[in-house]
DNA sequence: GTCTATATTTCGATAGAC
DNA sequence: GTCTATCGAAATATAGAC
């Protein structure tokens, strides 16, 4: 998941680096805390300036959502038949920590934000394609051909996941990935293995 | 944890309505997007009584920061010496969960609102105590003296059971709380037993 | 305690020059 | 592609009557 374009820095479109920066600033002060006047001075040009990249604010965080939606999409691709995405799910998990450590701060927004992009979630579900992710993820869970526990156990290694990495740029900061990696593989192995689901 | 003192349903206080009223809608638009008319309509008054209640909307945001804090006392309590907090961290944790479900709406109000919060907490960090629980928090998961296995399966733990508990509402909307709780004990004790820690 | 104004401010968004 | 200037909307907060 998430081999990330890591364009040569001073190479990003300028599209490109205003989202970088809202992303900063939507983890400082939260997404309608922010205005696009403090997006474009942090970046040395005017509001209108922003204006031509993007329609309006709401654009911005939907192209966030697509930059999660993206990177989301291949770690999460057996998401399709629900049937088998339990016997699955410790090997989806597995491909996603990677890339939630990659992007972190990307996550880090979505986290400090999830009212922010419900809300862009209600204004497209008037519209058009229903891809969405995070429904496909609740009907997963719903599902009750698979045991309970076994579905709250998914549930909470997701948690686990996030958690921990989340906590990778503060109280873990100085812990090398690789080894933050190793122990949260251990910790869904002892969550999610057959010994544990066989209880 | 949290006995809830409950009150009969008519017998709150007018603050008491509006914040559990600001709770519903800061679940649904989230803070910044809930303006006080909305409140006040919803309660049937206007939105100048509301301001008789409460000074502005931050205090508003304070009052149920206040609630959260007060059910999360109990249960965090041993989070003052951080050596033994390792240890204990099973048992704060099970202390937690029952709490977590008895007042699921307002910790998903949390959840969906971080940005908010945090803000409010940098105001107050200009100004008087500092028994900042997130802190405590940091510092506990932050301490080498314990593990870092140990401290990521903390981390981790507390991510699953928030994680589980909002689910309650949702995909596991049918499980009764008593099953859930067991299940989530349960998973605890995979991920931070004895066994699991000597790996 | 609750109401009807109203003051004040800020922000998203647009128009049009360069 | 970026600027200045401005519009219009909405929300917080206040004043003062009842």
Redesign the pocket.
Known sequence: MAPKPAAPPDERT?RERILDIAIELFIEKGYDK????EI?ERL??????V???F????DILLALHLRLHDLLREALAGLGEPDATADMWPLLLDGLIEGLIANRQLFVMHERNRAAFEQLHDKRHHEGDHEDLEGQLRGVLADHTVPLPTRVRMACSLGAVISGVMMAGDAFADVPSAELVAILRGAMNDLLGAAALAR
């Open positions: 300028t922010t205005s696009l006047r474009a040395g040009f005017s509001k209108a300036a204006y031509y990249h329609a309006s604010k709401d």
